[in-house]
């Protein structure tokens, strides 16, 4: 990927670190879709994350934008989130937290894990060692207005 504009100063933040370690280079639409990301955090798909990157830096491309997003994605950053069979979101909060998916307007919330991932009532096998958790729960939410986003029943 051609990134045209260069690496740009890195903002002090984990950021530009966080890049530099996975060996990946901080680009100036690396940080755009990055901020979008953490503007916004409502668990956008890639094509959400294209149009809010879009309206802002109208000459980002798709391609751009998903590459950005592998990026951050590998760098740890930025977690997948995948619901069903749907287009993969993404989430830029990176404290232990699980997943609450409304089944009536689609959004997704994050719930915090108090104890994050150690701490979770549930015994492994000894034979097995956990890298990753990912719980996840299904509802509706209480208040229409409580949603961050609406997108059509199939
Ligand atoms: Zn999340
Ligand atoms: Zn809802």
Do not use: W
Not at 28 to 50: F, G, N, S
Not at 56 to 80: F, H, R, W
Not at 98 to 116: A, K, M, T
Not at 119 to 131: G, H, T
């Amino acid at each position: 990927m051609n990134d045209r504009h260069g690496a740009t100063e890195a903002e002090g933040s984990d950021f530009a670190k966080k890049l530099s370690d996975s060996g990946l280079r901080l680009t100036t639409q690396r940080k755009h879709v990055y901020h979008i990301l953490l503007a916004q955090m409502d668990h956008p798909t890639a094509d959400e994350v294209y149009l809010r990157a879009k309206a802002e830096k109208p000459e980002i491309s798709m391609a751009t934008v998903y590459n950005s997003l592998d990026a951050l994605v590998k760098c740890g950053l930025v977690k997948q989130v995948n619901v069903d069979r749907a287009a993969t979101r993404y989430c830029s909060n990176m404290e232990a937290h699980c997943h609450f998916y409304c089944e009536e307007c689609g959004g997704v919330h994050d719930i915090e894990l108090s104890g994050g991932i150690r701490d979770f009532p549930i015994r492994l096998p000894r034979d097995l060692s956990a890298r990753q958790m990912d719980v996840s729960i299904r509802g509706v939410c209480k208040d229409p207005k409580g949603c961050s986003r609406r997108i059509a029943k199939s």
